[in-house]
């Protein structure tokens, strides 16, 4: 298992693939007009709501070319580039061997009208407004990629830890597949109704994570979908992604979106939350 440097030596026994050992797969909507009360109802119960075709795969192939040549920039202006192993310093590759280094890019649709436009479809939208019960603006927004044979895990989180937003706060997340993501290439995969349990103590592990001792042995769900299926959840749903280990790549798109009227507090109140050590609670 590839880890984040430093980590790598605490965290070499965890057997991974016991964490993500599905009970069921989704139950997904077919498109984002199939939303009605019975779906809003589930997501508020679950946490989570999975939708088969969200984006026309017309879209899905314009949003990856469009990240396909975020990527290939040689020096990325407006956004950000994260490279797996870029902690050990190396240099980045270039030309076509970038596609498979790059892990993360984000804060590129102010760059980047052809994301810009599924961020803020007017049918997502609309769609996140119903679950967040009112008028949402982006706060965050993201490309998740998973290279073929190794794209790391991302261990399992709530993402309320990382936002400084009033614990109530409704925040929505919207993940979008551009490729089709299955098990074996690290789809999504949540707890249900664990965001009814509230903030869950995370420790810096091979990220910051919840322990993995209080994920073991129970059961999730995995979420596969087709390029331009989506996944909506809710910021205290836990999840995770496994790595890939199958020979495709496993590329999304990651929205966070907010009520307008909220505002960020400071930092301590979520490490209060959500900060496990020095807390007399073990990992
Ligand atoms: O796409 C993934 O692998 C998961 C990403 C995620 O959950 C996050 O960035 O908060
Ligand atoms: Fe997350």
Same mark, same amino acid.
């Given at each position: 298992?590839?880890?984040?440097?430093?980590?790598?030596?605490?965290?070499?026994?965890?057997?991974?693939?016991?964490?993500?050992? $599905?009970?069921?797969?989704?139950? $997904?909507?077919?498109?984002?007009?199939?939303?009605?009360?019975?779906?809003? =109802?589930?997501?508020?119960?679950?946490?989570?709501?999975?939708?088969?075709?969200? &984006?026309?795969?017309?879209?899905? =192939?314009?949003?990856?070319?469009?990240?396909?040549?975020?990527?290939?920039?040689?020096?990325?202006?407006?956004?950000?580039?994260?490279?797996?192993?870029?902690?050990? /310093?190396?240099?980045?590759?270039? /030309?076509?061997?970038?596609?498979?280094?790059?892990?993360?890019?984000?804060? +590129?649709?102010?760059?980047?009208?052809?994301?810009?436009?599924? $961020?803020?479809?007017?049918?997502?939208?609309? $769609?996140?407004?119903?679950?967040?019960?009112?008028?949402?603006?982006? +706060?965050?927004?993201?490309?998740?990629?998973?290279?073929?044979?190794? /794209?790391?895990?991302?261990?399992?989180?709530?993402?309320?830890?990382?936002?400084?937003?009033?614990?109530?706060?409704?925040?929505?997340?919207?993940?979008?597949? &551009?490729?089709?993501?299955?098990?074996?290439? /690290?789809?999504?995969?949540?707890?249900?109704?664990?965001?009814?349990?509230?903030?869950?103590?995370? +420790?810096? =592990? =091979?990220?910051?994570?919840?322990?993995?001792? #209080?994920?073991?042995?129970?059961?999730?769900?995995?979420?596969?979908?087709?390029?331009?299926?989506?996944? +909506?959840?809710?910021?205290?749903?836990?999840?995770?992604?496994?790595?890939?280990?199958?020979? &495709?790549?496993?590329?999304?798109?990651?929205? #966070?979106?907010?009520?307008?009227?909220?505002?960020?507090?400071?930092?301590?109140?979520?490490?209060?939350?959500?900060?496990?050590?020095?807390?007399?609670?073990?990992?």
């Amino acid at each position: 298992m590839e880890t984040k440097d430093g980590m790598a030596v605490r965290q070499a026994d965890v057997d991974v693939a016991a964490l993500y050992v $599905a009970r069921a797969t989704a139950v $997904a909507i077919g498109s984002l007009s199939d939303l009605d009360d019975e779906a809003i =109802r589930r997501y508020e119960e679950s946490g989570y709501l999975a939708v088969t075709q969200a &984006l026309t795969l017309e879209e899905a =192939r314009q949003g990856t070319e469009a990240l396909t040549e975020l990527i290939l920039r040689p020096v990325p202006e407006g956004y950000q580039v994260q490279f797996e192993g870029q902690l050990g /310093g190396a240099e980045p590759p270039q /030309g076509e061997a970038r596609l498979d280094a790059v892990r993360k890019l984000m804060s +590129f649709v102010k760059v980047e009208p052809r994301l810009n436009a599924i $961020a803020s479809h007017p049918h997502l939208i609309q $769609a996140v407004e119903r679950l967040a019960g009112g008028p949402v603006r982006l +706060f965050q927004d993201m490309a998740l990629i998973k290279p073929p044979r190794g /794209g790391r895990e991302k261990p399992w989180h709530q993402d309320k830890a990382y936002f400084d937003y009033p614990l109530d706060t409704r925040v929505v997340g919207v993940w979008i597949a &551009l490729d089709e993501v299955t098990v074996a290439n /690290g789809c999504m995969h949540v707890m249900p109704g664990s965001h009814r349990e509230g903030p869950q103590p995370h +420790f810096t =592990r =091979r990220d910051w994570q919840i322990c993995d001792t #209080h994920i073991m042995g129970k059961s999730c769900v995995a979420v596969p979908l087709p390029p331009g299926g989506l996944l +909506f959840f809710d910021g205290l749903l836990a999840h995770g992604t496994p790595p890939n280990t199958s020979h &495709l790549r496993r590329r999304a798109l990651q929205f #966070h979106y907010a009520p307008v009227s909220v505002g960020t507090v400071d930092p301590a109140i979520r490490l209060h939350a959500f900060g496990g050590e020095g807390r007399h609670v073990t990992c």
